[in-house]
Structure formats: C-alpha cells, structure tokens
C-alpha cells in the first residue's frame, strides 16, 4: 500500500467522521460517552447525516452531487459541533459550575413542554410555507390518512 493509497484512505473515513464527532457535541448522552466510544458513534452518525444530506438534496432539490456539495454537507455538521462545544466552554466560564444553582438548571419536563407539541408544528408550518418537492413529497398519498 503507498502512501497515496493510505492518505486516501484515512480521508475518507475523516469526511464521515469529523462531522459525525461534531454531531456528537450537539447531542448530551454521546457527549457523555468515552472517547473511543464517541468516535465510532461519531462516525456512524456521519454516516448517517452526509450519505441522507446528499440523498435528499439530489433527489427532492435536484442539487448535482459535485464536490463543493459534497464538502458543505460534511462541513456543516462539524462547524455546527465547533460552535456548540465553543458555546459550552464559553457558557461553562473559567470555573466550571460555581455558583451555578438549581436555578440554572432546566427541569426534564419543561424541556418536553418546551420542544414537544410545538415543534411539530412549527415543522408542518415550515413545510406548507417551502412548497414545491417538499410539500409534494409530504401530502402525497403515503403519508395522508385515508
């Protein structure tokens, strides 16, 4: 194997994994996880993001899978992992948590009452005001129920 090859190689996993390491960052319960752990999550995820990224701009966009398409889908998600782990050190301050109280500290069941019902229909309102593919793809005769 060259050193071609090889360099190649490890490029390749790097596009799936760097996003899906930043993805880990947005996500609390990886964030938690052993390194080794999160990384192969991590790579998963990017997996998972840039392959159906792609897909959906390719085939309900109509976008053309060219490089700099390719290289925004995956640089998406790792910038967005940058900022929030930049976000959180900032938030964290020089003392990590003093005198920080329960006052701080968000309930489980206001983040449900804060995200749930709410955010599917800001999603159902944000899919009739896009229009085109999307809606079509949405109201066809899969999803309605008859």
Request: with cysteine; aromatic share 6%; glycine share 14%.
């Amino acid at each position: 194997m060259s050193a071609v090859e090889l360099t190649g190689g490890i490029g390749a996993v790097a596009l799936f994994a760097v996003p899906g390491y930043g993805l880990t960052e947005l996500l609390p319960p990886l964030r938690r996880l052993p390194a080794a752990r999160r990384i192969a999550y991590g790579y998963l995820l990017g997996v998972a993001a840039i392959a159906g990224g792609l897909y959906f701009l390719s085939h309900a966009l109509g976008v053309p899978l060219r490089p700099p398409v390719v290289w925004t889908t995956a640089a998406l998600p790792a910038l967005a992992g940058l900022a929030a782990g930049l976000a959180r050190i900032a938030h964290a301050g020089p003392s990590r948590g003093a005198g920080r109280g329960s006052a701080c500290r968000q309930s489980r069941h206001s983040r449900l009452v804060a995200n749930g019902p709410g955010s599917a229909a800001r999603l159902a309102a944000w899919v009739r005001g896009v229009g085109g593919p999307i809606q079509a793809a949405c109201t066809s005769s899969i999803f309605s129920s008859a």
